[in-house]
């Protein structure tokens, strides 16, 4: 049994390979090669019935383009052949007719062509005098016609849906994918555009702190180790997550971690400054990641491009939202901040997935830089 199955499943891919016009040929002559041998058996054939059978099944060819159509013509031939007695009782040609608006057709159109089918049936074997009997046989043939119809109908449409879900889903999945990249590029871009500024800034101080301050040295190289290895843990956080059997990640950095954060900046020589106002609250991680990123961001802005001596981190709590502000007192904003810098995108970009704003710009009397986060606590 499993073997037969196996060719008839072969058999079907095969067939579904076929031209569709190659599969309705067949079917067309396989139909009037039936009409021909039947008046054949029944001693009713006449010159003109090839004719007649030609003409009741050459629609068939247009059945897939234009299904009612091909239903009203071909009804019309088999009503004729059948009371001219040059058909028998099953029109074969109608039944694929019946079977093809049923599955194509849209509703109005598969009603107007079931009423005439019914009219059709009843002319040609009421008028004809045939056995009333024939009339329920005939008409069981063309409910299962309409019924198979109906269910490739059913079968295709579902079909179209499964396939439409997939196609979603792998859109859905593919916008994840990008997104998920985008973070990890941001996070990668914060992370190294920070803690590299630091050891470049302490390393190029380093000789001649080496020459003149021995004690402040010291504390440089143990700055730059320390911001080294706090920058090797993060990149192995975020690339962690490209490892699904990789061991335990280190928890993403949050709002506890910024004393830590303005540490280094001080132990780089940029002279920096963490004030809150208002009562803190606990923030869900993904906002407390977004507000550390903030904060680090506008810093190593500060210590790369403003050439400033002083920043001041102020957080400011309310009951709806938490407000983040880092000025310094450089130059002002560089062309790498202006012009369309990661840094400043790789913000706006956080923010606005928070549901926050972000305004980046001179600070006041127009004196520095100062960037402007707020992000919704609720």
């Known amino acids: 049994m499993t073997r037969f199955d196996e060719y008839g499943d072969r058999l079907s891919a095969w067939a579904r390979g076929l031209p569709p016009i190659a599969v309705d040929t067949v079917i067309a002559i396989l139909c009037a090669l039936y009409v021909i041998f039947d008046a054949g058996v029944e001693d009713r054939f006449v010159w003109w019935v090839p004719l007649g059978a ?29 009371m001219t007695g040059g058909l028998n009782d099953v029109p074969v040609a109608q039944l694929v007719a019946t079977y093809t608006f049923a599955a194509l057709s849209p509703p109005l159109k598969r009603l107007i062509a079931v009423a005439a089918t019914v009219v059709g049936i009843s002319v040609s074997i009421l008028l004809p005098e045939d056995e009333a009997l024939n009339l329920g046989v005939v008409g069981i ?21 499964l396939e439409e879900r997939a196609l979603r889903h792998a859109r859905e999945e593919e916008a994840a994918a990008t997104r998920e990249r985008e973070r990890i590029a941001r996070e990668m871009h914060d992370i190294l555009a920070h803690s590299m500024s630091l050891v470049v800034v302490q390393a190029e101080a380093g000789p001649v702190a080496v020459r003149h301050d021995p004690d402040r040295a010291e504390q440089m190289f143990d700055t730059i180790s320390v911001t080294a290895r706090d920058a090797l ?21 949050d709002l506890e971690a910024l004393p830590g954060l303005v540490r280094r900046v001080n132990d780089a020589g940029l002279a920096a400054t963490l ?8 923030v869900p991680p993904d ?8 904060v680090q961001e506008s810093l ?9 001596d002083h920043v001041d981190v102020r957080l400011a709590w309310t009951d709806a939202a938490l407000r983040i502000e880092v000025t310094d007192d450089g130059a002002g904003a560089s062309s790498s901040i202006n012009g369309g810098g990661q840094g400043l995108i790789g913000m706006r970009e956080r923010v606005v997935a928070a549901g926050g704003s972000l305004d980046a710009g001179p600070g006041p009397g127009g ?4 960037v402007t986060a707020s992000v919704p606590l609720d």
Do not use: C
């Open 54 to 82: 030609a003409a009741n099944v050459l629609p068939l060819l247009w059945r897939r383009q234009y299904p009612f159509a091909v239903a009203g013509i071909t009804g019309i031939s088999t009503t004729i052949l059948s």
């Open 141 to 161: 043939f063309f409910a299962g016609a309409y019924a198979l119809g109906v269910s490739a109908r059913a079968r295709g449409d579902r079909i179209a849906m």
């Open 233 to 253: 843990a993060q990149l192995r956080r975020v690339l962690g997550v490209l490892r699904t059997d990789g061991p335990g990640r280190e928890p993403t950095p």
């Open 275 to 282: 004030v809150e106002d208002g009562d803190p609250r606990p």
């Open 287 to 294: 906002l407390a990641a977004t507000a550390y990123r903030i």
């Open 300 to 308: 190593t802005n500060s210590v790369k491009h403003a050439g400033a």
């Open 367 to 370: 004196v520095g830089f100062r």
